[in-house]
């Protein structure tokens, strides 16, 4: 390369007066700068961070759960599949954060905990529109957002969708399985419960996998995604654990005993029955 070609190509990477920068495209200045402690303690701005970075995470999940159920349901369950691989190692990610955050101590959190008033990550609507798109659908949620009226829209629409687990049984029907027509038209703020006729379907399934390819991929792609998010759950319990024990979590939850609870629920129950009984 000559020294004149360099230079032009040095100028091509210096000279933005007229065009976007890196930093105006993501909006650094707006992201970097909403990491405000509230005390004086080293510490926070690791607290601070991880939670934000972990919401950024969620806000991709979301977008790629959105995609995915309606790709499902218009049939295009390869794209589905792509989203929801993505959304699987964005998993992993999260559970990551978790190993971040555990090196808090509880000395050092202790420092700043009071800061934090009411806040608490049980308050994450993001979370909680990953639980309602996943199929986990708790009414008492919508009342803490009652008093921002459009986020409670917002989340209030996301609850009364069908769940992804609600559309892959509905591949179910259309491919002819012997699925109890209720289903059909279940109502879909109820947190859903197993059906013998669902896991006699997914058993036909896993027997039958060239036949049905597409289905028994579904399946295993929902699998990863509850296997991962319950290692994220169990992660956040152990991590709340080292760091404040069994005292009550910020904003009044129950802290280690409700993230212990949650554990035992399962979104996609006949997936994990047809281990047993295949």
Avoid: C
């Avoid at 970097?32 to 806000?59: G, N, P």
């Avoid at 159920?69 to 190692?89: C, E, H, P, Y």
């Avoid at 800061?115 to 919508?142: C, D, I, T, W």
């Avoid at 559309?167 to 038209?185: H, R």
């Amino acid at each position: 390369m000559s020294y004149r070609d360099s230079k032009e190509n040095e100028n091509v990477h210096t000279d933005f007066k007229e065009k976007m920068t890196y930093g105006e495209y993501l909006k650094l200045d707006d992201l970097l700068s909403a990491q405000e402690r509230l005390s004086s303690h080293h510490d926070e701005m690791l607290f601070i961070i991880i939670h934000q970075v972990s919401e950024l995470w969620m806000k991709l999940i979301l977008h790629e759960l959105k995609a995915s159920i309606d790709s499902i349901r218009t049939g295009d369950l390869q794209s589905a599949f792509k989203m929801l691989a993505r959304v699987s190692n964005i998993q992993t990610q999260i559970i990551h954060a978790w190993d971040v955050l555990a090196t808090l101590t509880p000395a050092e959190y202790i420092e700043f905990r009071d800061q934090l008033g009411q806040a608490s990550g049980f308050q994450s609507y993001q979370y909680r529109m990953v639980e309602f798109a996943l199929g986990y659908k708790s009414p008492h949620v919508l009342k803490i957002y009652e008093k921002d009226p459009a986020l409670h829209e917002q989340l209030k629409e996301a609850y009364q969708a069908p769940s992804i687990y609600d559309v892959a049984i509905e591949k179910l029907f259309e491919a002819g399985f012997d699925i109890n027509p209720e289903l059909a038209s279940r109502d879909f703020t109820k947190v859903y419960e197993a059906d013998p006729t669902v896991e006699a379907a997914w058993r036909k399934v896993y027997k039958n996998v060239d036949q049905y390819w597409e289905l028994y991929q579904l399946a295993e792609k929902l699998v990863d995604i509850e296997d991962w998010l319950q290692q994220w759950r169990f992660r956040h319990m152990k991590t709340v654990e080292r760091i404040i024990g069994h005292k009550m979590g910020t904003g009044g939850s129950s802290g280690v005993g409700y993230l212990k609870k949650v554990l035992d629920h399962r979104f996609f129950p006949e997936l994990w029955d047809v281990r047993t009984t295949l």
